[in-house]
T-cell receptor, first 113, second 113 residues
Framework: SQQGEEDPQALSIQEGENATMNCSYKTSINNLQWYRQNSGRGLVHLIL?????REKHSGRLRVTLDTSKKSSSLLITASRAADTASYFC?????????????FGKGTHLIIQP | DTAVSQTPKYLVTQMGNDKSIKCEQN?????MYWYKQDSKKFLKIMFSYNNKELIINETVPNRFSPKSPDKAHLNLHINSLELGDSAVYFC????????????FGSGTRLTVV
């Protein structure tokens, strides 16, 4: 069954604004990852946060994880037109990597120039 | 370039045909995967495979079969193609153990007519 649910499904903001996407999941995890997918392309790994971490930064990206609420958020600061893409959260379960990632439905982010 | 490469990028075929999609990774990763992305962009794992075990998602029809000639390759064979098999198929690889991101190929868009 589907693990993650992203919220919102679509988000349109002006260039320079911050974009926040949320993700909820159902089962225990080893880590949670965020991926970006540009139209017609493959997925690109953005950031990974372990289950014992609460916050992580990478450049303009900030990820939080609340395991008690089974939720995560991805913040993109000072958005750029090139950030226009679909963003997916994915959970890595307790199977040691062999079970693969379980993806959410994704948030389609549009940055208006 | 270090990458996950899959071929072909586009595949159009008639119902009932048998087809294969090839995937190769030169990252030295231990585990490879096949994912299916439907028209609503939902990603679902089909198989994960390392040199020790194959894990099959129970919802995948047995018309789909992975073949791994060596650690760097995981090809996808599909028999008796059906209209519902139309989707984008992504190959991915990872270091196998948890807490590492995945590297995805650019996808194969399969259209069954």
């Amino acid at each position: 069954s589907q693990q993650g649910e992203e919220d919102p499904q679509a988000l349109s903001i002006q260039e320079g604004e911050n974009a926040t996407m949320n993700c909820s999941y159902k089962t225990s995890i080893n880590n949670l990852q965020w991926y970006r997918q540009n139209s017609g392309r493959g997925l690109v790994h953005l950031i990974l946060i372990r289950s014992n971490e609460r916050e992580k930064h990478s450049g303009r990206l900030r990820v939080t994880l609340d395991t008690s609420k089974k939720s995560s958020s991805l913040l993109i600061t000072a958005s750029r037109a090139a950030d226009t893409a679909s963003y997916f959260c994915a959970t890595d379960g307790l199977g040691g990597g062999a079970d693969g990632l379980t993806f959410g439905k994704g948030t389609h982010l549009i940055i208006q120039p | 370039d270090t990458a996950v490469s899959q071929t072909p990028k586009y595949l159009v075929t008639q119902m009932g045909n048998d087809k294969s999609i090839k995937c190769e990774q030169n990252l030295g990763h231990d585990t490879m995967y096949w994912y299916k992305q439907d028209s609503k962009k939902f990603l679902k794992i089909m198989f994960s495979y390392n040199n020790k075990e194959l894990i099959i998602n129970e919802t995948v029809p047995n018309r789909f079969s992975p073949k791994s000639p060596d650690k760097a390759h995981l090809n996808l064979h599909i028999n008796s193609l059906e209209l519902g098999d139309s989707a984008v198929y992504f190959c991915a690889s990872s270091r196998g153990s948890s807490n590492y991101g995945y590297t995805f190929g650019s996808g194969t868009r399969l259209t069954v007519v």
